[in-house]
């Protein structure tokens, strides 16, 4: 199978209070197409750090990164941009949806940024949300939803333009449990039948079924990957190697928690 993401002992350190620590320490991982990667670890390992920089939003201080052959660093600031609009879907801890627009609207930006909004692509923005659960919310405001709701929408922009990589960071941080199983189910599914590659970042360990390989990182260094059922289920604390089964959706939403680092809001506002 082909890999489409690759980092090379990528770093990113930072200045903290008692001196430099490197948030993300010389990581080295390759994602396939058609594979879906759940990155688990403590607060503060370095998932976020990793996330962004592997969205191009954040420049490593060290070490590549190649999407489709071609490596991040190497870009000008307008080729990256252009290549993360094209080629990246992300979503991350809080949702960043335009709040004039609705929720189809939010969907239908990305296509519209990439000149590809017609006919075909609207019915699929509609299909993709309906997918979520929120095909009679179309035409509401982000204001005018739950912070579950938004969060769902913005799971479908980061999907909608068939992005190559898809990020996702704790995109079930305010679903209840039932909805997040069926967030990350359809994920998973888009993920495996669209060929893409997905990297989900959660605190959920028992959503990591779902993911065909785990990442475990501590300290900024990945600490362990498990690509078998059996250990990943073990994680999960299932205790068997079978996905979680299709769950109803029953329950309401929690509100989104806040978004921990500003830059990345203030980055996230050129898409
Ligand atoms: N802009 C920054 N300046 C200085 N240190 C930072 C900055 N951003 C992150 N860090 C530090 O880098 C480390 C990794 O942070 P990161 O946000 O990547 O962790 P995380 O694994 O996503 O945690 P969480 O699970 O809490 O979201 C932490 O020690 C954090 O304090
Ligand atoms: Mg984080």
Request: glycine fraction near 8%.
């Amino acid at each position: 199978m082909r890999v489409v993401l690759e980092t090379q002992a990528v770093t990113k350190t930072y200045q903290g209070g008692s001196g430099l620590i490197n948030a993300v320490d010389a990581v080295a991982l390759s994602v396939h197409e058609g594979e879906f990667v759940a990155l688990v670890g403590p607060s503060g390992s370095g998932k976020t750090t990793m996330l962004a920089m592997l969205a191009a939003l954040l420049k490593p201080t060290a070490g590549a990164i190649l999407i489709d052959g071609q490596d991040l660093s190497t870009m000008s600031e307008a080729q990256r941009t252009a290549f993360r609009r094209e080629k990246i879907g992300f979503t991350f801890q809080a949702n960043n949806l335009v709040p004039f627009l609705t929720a189809l609207e939010n969907v239908e930006l990305m296509l519209r940024l990439n000149g590809k909004l017609d006919k075909a692509s609207q019915a699929r923005a509609r299909d993709l949300l309906a997918r979520l659960g929120l095909g009679d919310r179309l035409h509401n405001l982000p204001r005018q939803l739950s912070g579950g709701q938004q969060q769902r929408v913005a799971i479908a922009r980061a999907l909608i333009h068939n992005p190559q990589v898809v990020l996702a960071d704790e995109p079930t941080a305010s679903l209840d449990t039932e909805r997040a199983f069926q967030a990350v189910e359809t994920f998973a599914a888009l993920i495996h039948e669209q060929r893409r590659a997905g990297i989900m970042v959660t605190h959920d360990l028992r959503m990591v079924p779902y993911a065909d390989t785990v990442i475990q990182m501590l300290d900024g260094k990945v600490s362990s990957v498990l690509t078998s059922r059996a250990d990943i289920a073990a994680l999960a604390g299932t205790g068997r190697g079978d996905r979680p089964p299709t769950r109803d959706i029953t329950s309401e939403a929690r509100p989104v928690n806040p978004l921990r680092t500003p830059e990345l809001a203030a980055a996230l506002n050129v898409v």
